[in-house]
């Protein structure tokens, strides 16, 4: 089955420098990746997601890329706010699989 | 996320209980999932279903049990065979087992007194 490995698991930024979160997975025939943003106490929620037959995607101050060659992707938050610490949490799965291998997550702390 | 609600928020056991934790979508989606979460370990897969009368086992089933009896519920049982069900348990739902984005409901915390 995947195995979905996170780093680092704790990171520490300060307020308007950058974040990067990485992931790694193992299936290489995972071709969907889903970022999601948990707040204490609450629901996970997507932020962003990213397919196979791209590289890069862009939201606003949130990125992620994919290197399918070395199965892993990250997840990149510029400029980063307060409002942005939480825990985020990277996923896998292929089309049609109907299940989601989560990593174990990264506590981001954004300190004003 | 607001067409998936869990019941209750928090829920308090004693040992050697069984109870059931309740999961409702309103979004007409054919697929549901409960997922249990622990500090430090991710989310973990309880069971899924990907249509009314029929579920799957996912990662660690061992000590709950399900049912789908209708496309908007699907109730997880935590019995007494589960050794250590302290945790936080979240429900999903996604619109068919073809789509892979999952939707969250805000989740059950579960204390065993």
């Keep these: 089955g995947e195995n979905v490995e996170q780093h680092p698991s704790t990171l520490s930024v300060q307020e308007g420098d950058s974040a990067v979160i990485k992931c790694t997975y193992s299936d290489s025939a995972s071709n969907y990746f889903p970022w999601y943003k948990q707040e204490l106490g609450k629901r996970p929620q997507l932020i962003i997601d990213i397919r196979s037959n791209v590289g890069e995607k862009k939201d606003q101050r949130i990125a992620v890329t994919l290197n399918k060659t070395a199965k892993h992707f990250s997840l990149h938050i510029t400029e980063t706010q307060p409002e942005d610490s939480a825990v985020y949490f990277c996923a896998a799965t292929y089309s049609g699989g109907s299940t989601l291998t989560f990593g174990k997550g990264t506590m981001l702390l954004v300190s004003p | ?113």
């Design chain 2, 1 to 113: 996320d607001g067409g998936i609600t869990q019941s209750p928020k928090y829920l308090f056991r004693k040992e050697g209980q069984n109870v059931t934790l309740s999961c409702e979508q309103n979004l007409n989606h054919d697929a549901m999932y409960w997922y249990r979460q622990d500090p430090g370990q991710g989310l973990r897969l309880i069971y899924y279903s990907q249509i009314v009368n029929d579920f799957q086992k996912g990662d660690i089933a061992e000590g709950y049990s399900v049912s789908r009896e209708k496309k908007e519920s699907f109730p997880l049982t935590v019995t007494s065979a589960q050794k250590n069900p302290t945790a936080f348990y979240l429900c999903a739902s996604s619109i068919s087992r073809y789509t892979d984005t999952q939707y969250f409901g805000p989740g059950t915390r579960l204390t065993v007194l």
